[in-house]
């Protein structure tokens, strides 16, 4: 703890990795803040259910001492998945292999719904740690570490700040200016509130677990969210410039549908149940990911984890898990003997965090080429087949 006594640390975002990190500084010891923009601990939680991978998040949430909760609020059998074609026929199952007495096969990747993963580190944590409702916007150098300005919040001061502050991270650029690079593809978000009533034949098809259906370069991927509810991502290449463009109404179920039957023309009118009864919007996300060679020098009073360091695709499911470990890691060289300074501490963390998120994500780039793919149907059937 010698590189960490008296400092005080300022954790910029309280998502998976900024709370990990917290929890696992609290267990050493160190005093520690998470300034969080969302209003309190109530805002919901937005996204798909992650899956924690036992090398990564799972490890993570082993050290922060929080397995028992986390046990506790797995969604048992979200995990399973079909693979469909584009009219909706069901090529792939492993729903057989996943119930009754197989059960124990589905807790090596065990997912969790992001809301109760929140829940569970913040209950982990000390009452006064998470500072809700500050909304980082900037910083200027002050004594040795820096006084933060937020909107609507009086500025602080810390010795050391962590980015923890997502994809769009305000602190990035105080130590880099390298950018995220556009993937070619969107991911066109879709919600459907209380699918069992609302969707009954699409919610049936999923039977609780996750659908991916591949087809002309196209996908529909989607899985249960939560109790009844199910997202869905129309995932699909396009150019940065059909953001601006599309002259879409996000709020306007019957013209997305008519945008389905164009873009996913010959796709089967299963389909269009997840138009028809979505929860209005629809978000579009347009898929970004950091230059795999980046690198910059290390700081002495600021580094970053997680999506701000290092974004990727969401297609190997790794970057949660990534942020979760480098909140681990990081945990680790600050508090460790071995560094006589915190910038000798956080260059050895952001080397290694660098070469793990690099292997990540072009793993992530991969996987998201092979599904938009024209053969992706045959190559997602042989891989899930072996
Ligand atoms: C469609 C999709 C599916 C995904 N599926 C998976 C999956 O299955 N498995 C997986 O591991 N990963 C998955 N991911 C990736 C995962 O969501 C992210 O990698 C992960 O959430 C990153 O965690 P983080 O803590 O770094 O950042 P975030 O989760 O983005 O959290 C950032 C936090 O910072 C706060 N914040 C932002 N700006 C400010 C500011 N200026 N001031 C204060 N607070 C701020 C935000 O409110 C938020 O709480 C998916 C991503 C997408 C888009």
């Not at 059960?103 to 829940?119: F, V």
């Not at 995220?180 to 999923?206: R, T, W």
């Not at 199910?230 to 940065?240: C, I, N």
């Amino acid at each position: 703890m010698m590189l960490l006594k008296n400092k005080t640390i300022a954790i910029v975002g309280g998502g998976p990795g900024g709370l990990t990190l917290a929890r696992l500084l609290e267990l050493k010891g160190a005093h520690v803040k998470v300034y969080e923009r969302d209003l309190n601990k109530d805002a919901r939680v937005q996204g798909s259910p992650l899956d924690m991978h036992k090398e990564s998040g799972w490890t993570a949430l082993q050290k922060a001492a929080v397995l028992k909760a986390f046990e506790k609020n797995i969604s048992i059998g979200a995990d399973k998945k079909i693979i469909a074609d584009k009219n909706a026929v069901i090529q792939f199952s492993d729903h057989e292999i996943k119930s009754g007495e197989n059960i124990a096969n589905q807790i090596a990747r065990p997912e969790i719904d992001r809301g109760r993963l929140r829940k569970i580190l913040l209950e982990s944590l000390q009452a006064e740690t998470v500072v809700w409702n500050s909304h980082f916007i900037a910083m200027e150098a002050q004594k040795e570490g820096w006084l933060l300005h937020f909107k609507n919040a009086p500025a602080v001061y810390a010795d050391l700040v962590v980015a923890a502050d997502g994809a769009n991270s305000k602190i990035r650029p105080y130590i880099t200016d390298i950018k995220a690079f556009y993937s070619g593809i969107v991911m066109l978000e879709i919600n459907i509130h209380d699918a069992e009533k609302s969707a009954p034949n699409i919610y049936k098809l999923l039977n609780g677990g996750k659908i991916m259906a591949f087809g002309d370069s196209k996908c529909l991927l989607g899985g249960q969210k939560g109790s009844k509810d199910l997202g869905f991502y129309a995932s699909f290449k396009t150019d940065e410039s059909w953001l601006n463009n599309n002259e879409l109404d996000y709020f306007d179920h019957a013209q997305l549908l008519e945008w389905f039957k164009t873009v996913y023309s010959g796709w089967s009118d299963t389909w269009y149940e997840i138009f028809e009864k979505a929860t209005a919007p629809f978000i579009p996300r347009p898929i970004y990911c950091m230059p795999l060679n980046q690198t910059w020098q290390a700081m002495p009073n600021v580094t970053m984890i997680g999506d701000a360091a290092h974004v990727m695709p969401p297609f190997a499911g790794e970057g949660a898990n990534m942020a979760m470990l480098d909140a681990l890691e990081l945990s680790e060289y600050l508090t460790s003997d071995q560094y006589h300074s915190l910038q000798e501490a956080i260059s050895s963390y952001e080397l290694s965090m660098r070469k793990r998120a690099m292997a990540a994500a072009q793993q992530s780039l991969q996987n998201g080429a092979r599904m938009h793919a024209e053969d992706a149907l045959s190559t997602m059937l042989n891989t899930f087949n072996k």
